[in-house]
């Protein structure tokens, strides 16, 4: 197998999940995008980890796993206050800090 | 035709099998996320991106990850799915079609999400050439194990709090009082 063919994919991947965070409007599809940049660059780790022959792209894989699972948690939390703040999770309405 | 690139794929020590299962999946895989930015139903998406998480597992295993692949898919398709669609739930989306789920923008991010995968298709090309991967044994577990235990144990023991401080945060900002 080449070894361009996974990162070829995530970098597939990882476009298409920017593309997701700067069109989406609804917070809880944009946190959806940000999970489809970080399964790229999950897979790139695991990719790397065997393309060098060594054990620590995978180690580091399971940190991004870790910390990307908390993400979700504090990022759900924080549109569920927003949505019961203001009714709405439009991120496009969350326009008081623009100068 | 197709007899001759096998017998050349062949030659180059290129597994014939493993590279049409890769093939298969990456194009489930790229659909799916299409879908999930595509997809004027919220529901959809969270299941769309159901299907792009198991094929990266899928990856994993191709690549010989078989631990990351298994936790891939307890804490992503067990997990993290059911808090999307929690959070689908509790914000009250409409279940059916919706309408206002893009910016008025939108489509700026095609070009931005052209030129990015340009440039790190670019980069990647120019990085690996063609190198191929060898053909490897699943990874024992064993080795992770020493890994967390031995050269990573600071770090290990960092996202332990890191996890706390978050379950922690995320159950002090979403409590009603």
């Known amino acids: 197998m080449l070894a361009a063919n996974f990162l070829l994919l995530s970098a597939v991947l990882f476009s298409i999940g920017v593309f997701g965070v700067l069109a989406r409007r609804n917070a809880v599809l944009v946190l959806m995008s940000v999970e489809l940049v970080l399964a790229a660059v999950m897979l790139n780790l695991v990719a790397f980890s065997t393309i060098v022959g060594t054990i620590d792209g995978q180690v580091f894989t ?17 549109v569920l206050m927003v949505y019961r703040n203001r009714r ?11 100068g | 035709m197709s007899g001759t690139i096998a017998t050349v ?44 998480l198991g094929g990266v597992a899928a990856q994993y295993i191709l690549a010989a990850a078989e631990f990351v692949a298994i936790s891939q898919v307890l804490v992503y398709i067990g997990a993290v799915t059911v808090l999307f669609l929690f959070g689908i ?6 279940i059916g079609t919706d309408i206002g789920l893009f910016n008025s923008g939108w489509a700026l991010g095609i070009p931005v999400a052209a030129l990015l995968l340009g440039v790190v298709g670019w980069a990647v090309l120019d990085y690996t050439g063609d190198d191929v991967i060898a053909n490897q044994a699943p990874t024992p577990t064993v080795l992770l194990s020493d890994a967390y235990l031995g050269p990573y144990l600071v ?23």
């Not at chain 1, 908390?70 to 939390?77: H, W």
């Not at chain 1, 709405?88 to 623009?98: A, P, V």
């Not at chain 2, 099998?17 to 139903?41: P, Q, R, S, Y």
């Not at chain 2, 023991?157 to 009082?177: T, W």
């Open chain 2, 89 to 94: 739930m509790l914000t009250r989306a409409r």
């Open chain 1, 62 to 78: 399971l940190f991004v796993i870790g910390v990307a699972a908390a993400e979700v948690g504090v990022g759900l939390a924080m």
């Open chain 2, 155 to 177: 770090p290990f023991l960092a996202l332990s709090f890191v996890l706390l401080a978050a379950a922690i945060g995320a159950i002090v900002i979403a409590r009603k009082d």
């Open chain 2, 9 to 52: 794929l062949a030659a180059d020590g290129i597994n014939v099998a493993k590279n049409v299962g890769f093939g298969i999946i990456a194009f489930a895989m790229i659909f799916a996320a299409l879908c999930v930015v595509a997809t004027k139903n919220v529901v959809h998406a969270a299941l769309w991106l159901v299907v792009v």
């Open chain 1, 88 to 98: 709405s999770i439009s991120l496009d309405e969350l326009s008081e800090m623009k």
